[in-house]
């Protein structure tokens, strides 16, 4: 592989590049041979920036911003040397790390990849996949819907409300296959049976009500509060959230304000809403169910305890970590679900014609122990509804 300085024809090898670790480190290295390429699986990098170079005829920058983790992202002259039998997916999460995204990653993408494979898909044999993650980053949800569109996958998986409407408006031919809230509220689709267009894929909940129903669990375990707060992000509350949250708090009659992140959501952004949350006395808080709260599960779960702020999340795996209680669906069958409309699709489905897999079960989840050390005391008749109780 070779790259243009002007009329000359130089080997990768002998510029100087440099690399934006997810350290934030700019990074100097050497690029770059075919056969050395691979070996930047080791390193997840944000973005690659090589002094005074010409990327190579119709080539842009922004076709080597990719984040690596587990896989070797390969230069667009690279994949065109593929067999033609390989398909390629982007897999792009709002904050999780690439390197937790693989089958041995957290159980929702051990679901997604096992599925795949039943399917006939495997990572390495006729499928490659290309993680991306905007490492909580909000406002650069935009910019990274678009590098990866110009890279024309064959799919593109993107999980979270707004990170999905980023992609919509990103690209209306590239398949998307999207997890996410209600579809049809947010603005996703507009018929979850017949979605239509470009985009399909699975809603981890039944519908913008379900904010409602965990507010009034939570209500429920507790005695009734006197400064309820919902934490999310800016844009899920703005779109989505904030009208059946508050309608709730009102029927339950309990005030109820947003607690909210924005920019990039990181674990000094989440201290100090907790901070501010703690000096404000909050005494309830809704966890909004957006994968980026998820991705820091366990830090939400230290700083609720450390608050002493009881508080209900959207998945089971948070409260075996320790948080109060949950009422969740199976976010991993979600995953399988999507999965398989990855694979229609592959096999040539028009994702506008596959319909949009709705959850419909919920589990109550409830961690006794949590309760105790907050000094709640858990109603019995909630416990006994529980699905599950943690001792």
Avoid at 23 to 51: A, G, N, V, Y
Avoid at 263 to 284: H, K, L, N, P, W
Wanted: charged letters at 20%.
């Amino acid at each position: 592989m070779s790259a243009r300085r002007g009329k000359a024809d130089v080997p990768w090898s002998r510029h100087q590049c440099r690399l934006l670790t997810q350290t934030r480190h700019w990074r100097p290295t050497s690029f770059f041979s075919p056969d050395r390429f691979q070996r930047l699986h080791r390193i997840e990098f944000i973005s690659l920036h090589c002094d005074g170079l010409i990327l190579g005829a119709g080539m842009k920058r922004r076709e080597f911003i990719t984040l690596l983790g587990g896989t070797a992202a390969w230069p667009l002259a690279a994949r065109a040397q593929q067999s033609s039998k390989m398909k390629r997916i982007a897999m792009v999460h709002p904050a999780e790390k690439v390197g937790n995204m693989t089958i041995n990653g957290r159980q929702g993408f051990r679901a997604f990849f096992e599925e795949l494979n039943r399917l006939g898909y495997v990572e390495g044999q006729n499928l490659v996949v290309e993680r991306y993650s905007a490492e909580g980053r909000t406002d650069y949800f935009s910019q990274l819907a678009r590098d990866i569109v110009d890279t024309h996958p064959d799919v593109i998986l993107v999980q979270s409300n707004t990170l999905v409407l980023a992609f919509k408006a990103a690209t209306a031919s590239i398949p998307i296959v999207a997890t996410a809230g209600d579809p049809v509220v947010s603005g996703i689709v507009s018929n979850i049976a017949h979605p239509g267009g470009n985009i399909t894929g699975a809603a981890s909940d039944a519908g913008a009500e379900i904010l409602g129903k965990r507010l009034g669990l939570l209500i429920e375990a507790i005695p009734k509060p006197i400064n309820a707060k919902f934490l999310g992000s800016r844009g899920n509350w703005e779109t989505y959230a904030s009208r059946p949250t508050q309608e709730a708090a009102r029927l339950l009659g309990i005030p109820l304000t947003a607690a909210l992140l924005d920019g990039t959501i990181d674990e000094a952004q989440y201290r100090s809403v907790f901070a501010a949350m703690e000096q404000d006395r909050v005494d309830a808080l809704m966890v909004s169910p957006e994968l980026v709260n998820f991705s820091n599960d366990q830090l939400l779960v230290d700083l609720a305890a450390k608050t002493r702020i009881p508080t209900i999340y959207a998945y089971r795996e948070t409260v075996a970590l320790g948080g109060l209680m949950a009422y969740a669906t199976d976010w991993a069958d979600s995953i399988r679900r999507a999965a398989n409309a990855v694979g229609q699709i592959l096999n040539g489905a028009n994702p506008g014609d596959i319909p949009f897999y709705q959850a419909t079960k919920f589990e109550l989840v409830i961690n006794v122990k949590t309760a105790k050390a907050l000094g709640l005391e858990i109603p019995s008749s909630l416990l006994l509804r529980a699905d599950e109780v943690i001792e």
